[in-house]
């Protein structure tokens, strides 16, 4: 399987999701023999992720009440964003389908058993050949790299369904579209493991953040913005991750932000978000001269969670 560039520090620095890599880390907590689900505690220092844009789209919408109903959607948000769809991508993207695939058709055949009147080159001995083969190539490679991811996709597709459900159907309409930025995750990196940074922060925080406002109140123009802004900013971040030298499409976004809410007559709210992207400039230069994009996460990803909890909080 591919190591992904994401997980760099301990079991769970993957940047800015506790649900990454559940099949790559053999210290990942086990559910029987075939199913891993990775809803693990930080401990890397780096905190920006699913659970920060569940509450700033939650802070976004407006409607949070202090009842135990408000708390029971709150954590079956966090079940659902941080458990069953971090895990899907984790399982389904960051696994290596390649490798076992391209295995396909180059190991011998055990002999099947004759179907009764089946003969030799006839469609039924063709098919019963054919189901060997799948059966071999699963026992000898799929099974052995990837059998658990299998049934962890199942779970993970089950548990997100119930939970969508639960919330309601605007849930279960933003699981579908989770479920198909996963699948356009496989595709893109053609099943060999490699990380997709725009289609990982477009759901970790794009939809994560639609998801915490819309279960809360009705979804708005501003919200939506916010959403793509900090998902645009966090891609940038899992770039850096990747080697990236520069932070534009970082900054840049969180100046959108400012821009906005000056736009929708909350000045003192753009104003404050531009004040916290200065002391993201000014680490940048140690970005160019080879500090690393993990440094530069580390150091930065507090102003960032404030400026989206500050922009939440001026159009709730």
Known sequence: MVQSPYRLCGQSSALWSPGHMALMNDNTPEIGQLVRLDVTLRSSGLWLGPIWAIVCGIVASGGWKWHWSSWLQAALLFFLVDGAWATLWATAVETDWATPAARWGQFPIDPPSALPYAQPN??????????????????????SSAGSAMSTIVLCVALGAALSAVLGWPAVALSAAAAAVVQLGVIVARGRGRPVPALKATLDIGLAWLLAHIVFAPLTLASAF?????????????ALIEGGRRATVWNAAQFAVAGLLVLMRVPVAGLTIFLTVIPQLLLEPNLRRGAGGVWFARSTQAWLMLGMFIASAAIS
């Open 122 to 143: 006839t469609p039924g001995d063709r098919l019963l050949r054919w189901i060997a083969h799948t059966r071999q190539w699963w026992r000898e490679h799929l099974r």
């Open 226 to 238: 916010l959403a793509i802004a900090f998902a645009a900013a966090y891609a940038a971040g899992l």
